[in-house]
Every structure is written in C-alpha cells, then in structure tokens.
C-alpha cells in the first residue's frame, strides 16, 4: 500500500471520530441547560400537537428526533441511566460530552484511541474506589436521610416546591412495598400511580389499597358505599352472546322478536344470579373489544342485587388488582365462586376536593398483596404529567438507595472530588496514561461548572474556590444554589443516592470509549 493511501485511510478515520463526537457533543449539549436546581426547562411540541414541559433528560432526548447513529448512543445512554438510577440522566449526558471534549484535544496531539480509551477505564476504576471513600452508609430505617435524598433529586424539577408533599409519600410507598432487611432491589410496578386533574399537587395522597380512576356505574341506581365488600374481578362479558363472525339475524315476526328479547333477558338475569349466589357485593369488569363488556339490562339488575359495579378495568392493571386484593381474575360465570373473591374493609365512591371526577377508594384490604396507590392531583394534564414523571424518579432514588445502600453528598461535591484525587493519582502513572488520566480528571469538573453557570454564578470562581476547599480536606464542599456561595452540602441535607453518581460516571466512560473506537460507518441497505 502507498503512503498516499495510508495518509487517505487515517484521514478518513479522523473526520469518522469528529463527525462522532461533533453529533454527540450536539446533544450534550442540548440538555446542558437543564442540569442542576437552577437548570431551564424544556418545552417540547410533538407532531400532533401535544405538549410536554420537562427537565428531565431522559424525557427530553427520547422526544428528540435525532438521526445520527452516534447521537442516537447518547439518547440510550440517557435512557439506561434512566433504567439503572432512575435519577441523574441529563448528568450523564453532560459527563460524556465533557468526556468526548477531552478526546477531542487528545486525538489532535497524536494520541491513539486506544491508548485514551484503556486510559479512562483505569480512570474509572480509580473512581469508584473514590467514590466508595466519600460516600457514607444509610439505615433504611432511617428515614429522614430517605427523603432528604428524594428532596435533592426533587430540587431540580418543575414540581420542587411541593417537595415537601411528594418525598415522604414516595419512601413510604417504597417501604410499605418492600422488607428494608432483606430487600436488594424494588418491583416499581407494585406501586400504580393513579393521575386525576384537579386539586393541586400538595393534595396528592399514598393510599394503601386500589384506586379507580372511574367512579361506579350508578345510571341504574347500583350503590357507591359498600362495607366489608367482597369483590370479584370477572374478563367475561354480562350482554348478550353474539356470533362468532360478522353476521346479520333479520327478525320479521313480532313473536319472535319478542322471544329474542326475552332469551336475552333471562341468560343476562342468570349470570347475574350467579354472581350474587358467590357472595359478591362489588364486581370490576374488564374492557372488551369482542362485545360490549356489559348493557344497562346487566346493570339494571345488579343495582337490584346491591351490587356496586366498577366498569372498563384495563387488561394490563389485572395483575395488579389481583395481587393487591387477593382475588382471582374469572374468564367464565361458571368457575366464579366465593374463594375467587377478594376483600375489603370499604369501598367507597369520592368526589375529588378541587374537581368534578369521582373515583372509587379499596381501603382496608384482607390480607392484601404488597402493593400501594399514589394518587397524584394537579391543575392541569401538563403539570399532571410532570409530577407522574417527577414521581417516578423519587421512587427510583429511593430504589437506588434499595439497591446500594450508601448516600452520597450532591451539589457537585463527588466529581470535585474525583477531579482532585484523580488528578494526583494520574502523577503516580507514566507516559501516555498519566496524561489521559489527567484530563479525565478535568473532564469531569464540567458538573460544577454547569451547575454554577445555570445558576447565574461565575463559573470561573466557584469551581477554583471548590478546587481548594477539597485540597483542604473539606470534602463535603459543594455549590450551594440558593445561597450563591459554597457551603457543606451534608449540614445543608443535599444528598444523593452512591449509586446515581457510580452509575453515571460508569455508563458515561463506557459510551465514550465505545464512540473512540469506531473509524468508519458503514451504510447498508
């Protein structure tokens, strides 16, 4: 091969990994702004007209149409962040950018790929033992520490002011759901959250027990109030049975007609026999698409039998009602018997305060499953949909905390701290691996960076005055937002989840040693 084609191929080479890091850097940058108490939000219009108000990174980079293949590593990256923590995603966002930054300057002084990426990934196993130096460990059962660390993941969403109302009613949801002694990891779908417009925020409430977002059918006068119910959950149909395919019965004679009407009548009239013979007070009906899942002749004489009937039960919320309330889902009338129902204490019929809608409470459950309901008020499905999302996340730090029980403090204490003690350990390397390792170091100070910037703050300033309060040894200086100034961030209770940071930092390396090594895309049809 000739010079001139190998000068060709290395070239080639290079504008790959620019154009990489180029996209990448695109939209690290897009969410930088959000990062932090005093990040903006974003206001994304999808295409049929539907508007979401967020500043979570996760939500904004999936609602992002991005077509590079790079920048689409980046939009995973988030969402695997958002997968493992639950918290942190625009972070790791911003860490990699910073990262890919670096390797910018690395890759222009002739330093091979290769060499930068097996550099960051001793760098990174370095972190995590820092990490585990600075960090502290938390008692479960502790539970102020719990959602003290909620509030600073909370701090920095559009809800933040009702934080007081969403952490401690997300640790007890967590809590009431799991063992604190033997749990290593939280099932978030034991906990539903129920979404009702009206009221606001501050009235969103834990209720241990189920929620339906409907009220009771009462159009035939059924009852709202049940005491000491038995409730059955049925999937069959209580209307007329219809053909299997699409077929038409024309009816010309009066006596007849009058026969169809009367059959129908006494079929619906004995499933719902059947039904009260069982000892059932409420029944939930699941939706169906074959057939009407019920007709007013059904409800007319379930309201006769006092049966109180809750309709359009959703497929996919089978398994939790079947678990909360200890009852077996029935396919046909002629398997439903008493030891398929559940139990409960009360079942009621509220009109929400602030609203219109009405749903129905399950309190008092026999025996029930581990599973809770939250269910979250707000003025409007925009504020709603924020607090779903900004609810899911508290839920996450509290899962985190499940997961790997030591806190550490925010603020952007833990990567200062890592920029410190990285930068020394990269004097004890040689060669090309020190000086990898040192702009790793450097890298990673973007966090405080940002947080001072979006705060209005002088960067420049705030992140040299961190600089030498962590040589000092005060390694729980972090930026204080509020005050403007740097202060201790474990007096000011700003703490965070270890595994948040570790888990950043780590998917982060990982993504951007995998966006050095490719050098070339290659298009197939």
């Known amino acids: 091969m000739s010079g001139g084609d190998t000068?060709?191929?290395?070239?080639?080479?290079?504008?790959?990994?620019?154009?990489?890091?180029?996209?990448?850097?695109?939209?690290?940058?897009?969410?930088?702004?959000?990062?932090g108490p005093r990040g903006m939000d974003k206001m994304i219009q999808k295409g049929d007209g539907e508007v979401i108000i967020t500043n979570d990174g996760a939500t904004i980079l999936s609602q992002m149409s991005v077509y590079h293949p790079t920048a689409k590593m980046l939009v995973e990256l988030s969402q695997s962040q958002d997968i493992e923590a639950g918290d942190g995603t625009t972070s790791v966002c911003v860490i990699a950018g910073s990262l890919l930054n670096t390797c910018q300057g690395l890759l222009d002084k002739g330093i091979h790929p290769t060499a930068i990426s097996e550099a960051f990934m001793a760098a990174l196993q370095q972190a995590d033992i820092i990490l585990q130096g600075v960090s502290r460990p938390v008692d479960l059962a502790c539970r102020e520490d719990l959602v003290n660390a909620v509030t600073t993941c909370l701090s920095s969403k559009v809800v933040s002011q009702n934080s007081d109302t969403i952490s401690p009613i997300s640790v007890d949801a967590v809590l009431s759901v799991?063992?604190?002694?033997?749990?290593t990891n939280v099932d978030l779908n034991d906990i539903k959250i129920v979404k009702q417009i009206g009221g606001t925020i501050d009235d969103t409430e834990l209720v241990n027990g189920l929620v339906f977002d409907k009220g009771a059918k009462k159009t035939a006068g059924g009852p709202t109030h049940v005491k000491d119910a038995k409730i059955g959950l049925i999937q069959f149909c209580l209307s007329a049975p219809k053909s299997d395919m699409e077929n038409n019965v024309v009816v010309s004679d009066y006596a007849a007609?009058?026969?169809?009407?009367?059959?129908?009548?006494?079929?619906?009239?004995?499933?719902?026999?059947?039904?009260?013979?069982?000892?059932?007070?409420?029944?939930?009906?699941?939706?169906?698409?074959?057939r009407d899942a019920y007709n007013d002749l059904s409800l007319h004489f379930l309201a006769k039998m006092g049966i109180m009937v809750?309709?359009?039960?959703?497929?996919?919320?089978?398994?939790?009602?079947?678990?909360?309330?200890?009852?077996?889902?029935?396919?046909?009338?002629?398997?439903?018997?008493?030891?398929?129902?559940?139990?409960?204490?009360?079942?009621?019929?509220?009109?929400?305060?602030?609203?219109?809608?009405r749903v129905v409470k399950v309190t008092g459950v026999a025996n029930p499953g581990r599973t809770c309901t939250i269910l979250v008020r707000g003025t409007n499905k925009l504020?709603?949909?924020?607090?779903?999302?900004?609810i899911h996340d508290a839920l996450c730090v509290v899962r985190s905390l499940v997961k790997k029980r030591f806190l550490i403090s925010g603020g952007g204490v833990a990567e200062t701290e890592l920029a410190l003690k990285l930068s020394k350990w990269a004097k004890e390397q040689t060669g090309m691996k020190a000086y990898c390792v040192r702009a790793y170091a450097e890298a990673l100070e973007i966090v405080p960076f940002t947080l001072a910037e979006n705060a209005g703050l002088n960067p420049i300033n705030i992140v040299t005055e961190l600089r030498k309060q962590h040589a000092e040894g005060n390694t729980d200086a972090g930026i204080n937002v509020r005050r403007n100034?740097?202060?201790?961030?474990?007096?000011?209770?700003?703490?965070?989840?270890?595994?948040?940071?570790?888990?950043?930092?780590?998917?982060?390396?990982?993504c951007v040693c995998m966006i050095l090594k490719i050098d070339d895309v290659v298009p197939v049809r």
């Open 7 to 35: 000068h060709r191929g290395l070239q080639k080479e290079k504008d790959v990994r620019m154009s990489n890091i180029i996209a990448a850097k695109g939209v690290a940058d897009a969410v930088r702004t959000s990062l």
């Open 257 to 290: 007609m009058d026969r169809i009407l009367r059959e129908e009548r006494k079929y619906i009239l004995g499933l719902c026999k059947k039904i009260k013979k069982a000892g059932c007070t409420v029944v939930l009906i699941q939706k169906s698409i074959l």
């Open 485 to 510: 100034c740097i202060t201790n961030m474990s007096e000011e209770n700003v703490i965070q989840p270890l595994l948040v940071n570790t888990s950043a930092i780590t998917l982060a390396t990982e």
């Open 178 to 183: 799991i063992d604190a002694d033997t749990a």
């Open 383 to 390: 504020t709603l949909d924020e607090a779903d999302r900004s």
């Open 310 to 357: 809750i309709t359009d039960i959703e497929r996919n919320d089978i398994d939790f009602i079947s678990r909360s309330l200890n009852c077996m889902p029935v396919a046909h009338v002629d398997s439903f018997t008493a030891d398929k129902l559940g139990s409960a204490e009360l079942c009621n019929e509220v009109t929400m305060p602030g609203g219109t809608q």
